[in-house]
């Protein structure tokens, strides 16, 4: 079984500045996919990244980019010049890689606070 | 990315009683899921709906307490049944297709169970 690790229940960033958080996951698998998905306080689960595993390259999408490292199954997110609209819990997530379509196994959470 | 949307979004009921909530998406999906998050907790996967067929359990989750429809490609319903204050939680469902293997989720359906 997957299993997800998140080890900061809580951080906090200025305004503008650099936030990186932390993802660890335990798999056998070789092909898979991980994903960070923010949930606001309106509770809308909303996707930020995604890592195809096989992929070497780490995924970006605009100020948001992840450290993804394979060997040591670790799959960090950093935000650059934060802004407010960035307070929400961040969760990471684990999918099978399976034409299918596969379940999302995901970590305990991370609530990430702005501040101005 | 699929547009999905829920009713109700929220819900107060009594003991005993039984909800179902809605999940629609605005194009054909492949999969749909639902899940639970609990007070302060992550997202806990409760079954794969299946279209034509009988929901997929996780472990832990019943027909009985969470039986579920997937009517076309596009729908689904979860009912959660003869409830108590511990079904107090956040239900969400998601869809993926086979192109994206990305879930995306619907707003969420906040049941509270007095």
């Known amino acids: 079984a997957q299993t997800v690790t998140q080890s900061q229940p809580e951080m906090s960033v200025q305004e503008a500045e650099t936030v990186t958080l932390s993802c660890t996951y335990d798999t056998s698998e070789n092909n898979y996919y991980l994903f960070w998905y923010k949930q606001p306080p309106s509770r809308q689960m909303i996707l930020v990244i995604r890592?195809?595993?096989?992929?070497?390259q780490n995924a970006t999408e605009n100020r948001f980019s992840v450290n993804f490292q394979k060997a040591a199954k670790s799959f960090s997110l950093k935000i650059s010049d934060s802004q407010l609209g960035d307070t929400a819990m961040y969760f990471c997530a684990f999918m099978r890689s399976e034409t299918s379509g596969s379940r999302l196994t995901f970590g305990e959470g991370t609530q990430l606070t702005v501040n101005p | 990315s699929a547009v999905i949307s829920q009713k109700p979004s929220r819900d107060i009921c009594q003991r005993g009683t039984s909800l179902t909530i809605q999940c629609q998406v605005d194009?054909?999906?492949?999969?749909m899921f639902w899940y639970r998050q609990q007070p302060g907790q992550s997202l806990t996967l409760i079954a794969t709906a299946n279209q034509g067929s009988e929901a997929t359990y996780e472990s832990g989750f019943v027909i009985d307490k969470f039986p579920i429809s997937r009517p076309n490609l596009t729908f689904s319903t979860l009912t959660v049944s003869n409830m108590s204050p511990e079904d107090s939680s956040i239900y969400l469902c998601?869809?993926?297709?086979?192109?994206?293997?990305?879930?995306?989720f619907g707003p969420g359906t906040r049941l509270t169970v007095l």
């Open positions: 194009s054909q999906v492949t999969m």
């Open positions: 998601s869809a993926a297709t086979h192109q994206t293997d990305t879930q995306y």
């Open positions: 890592q195809e595993a096989y992929k070497q």
